[in-house]
């Protein structure tokens, strides 16, 4: 098993995320927004049945009508951030991940 943290940071906009990795919802929330002064909007953590696998995120956008897809190989436990640019149909999402650190950052 691989455990990551996902950590959703900036340009969330108070609506509803729905994220997907490889297909399974692993969070489902009606508010997430950025809040500045922490530099982040929510953080989920998850457990993965492949490590050293590229595996799909998967993230819906109620309120912008979006749904954003992206890969990341992950060889150890650690963190995957979503950050998001631009705005309604112009909105596109940044995966990236860093090896062993988990948790607020």
Do not use: W
């Not at 959703?8 to 108070?14: A, I, K, L």
């Not at 530099?39 to 819906?60: I, M, N, Q, W, Y």
């Amino acid at each position: 098993m691989l455990r990551i943290t996902v950590v959703f940071r900036h340009g969330f906009e108070d609506e509803p995320v729905l994220l997907r990795i490889d297909g399974k919802t692993v969070m489902d929330k009606e508010h997430v927004r950025t809040r500045m002064q922490i530099d982040r909007a929510d953080a989920v953590d998850v457990e993965l049945e492949k490590p050293g696998a590229s595996h799909t995120f998967g993230v819906e956008l109620g309120g912008r009508g979006r749904t954003l897809a992206g890969e990341l190989v992950l060889p150890e436990p650690g963190t995957v951030f979503i950050d998001l640019d631009g705005h309604g149909a112009a909105t596109a999402m940044r995966l990236s991940y860093v090896a062993g650190v988990h948790g607020d950052l």
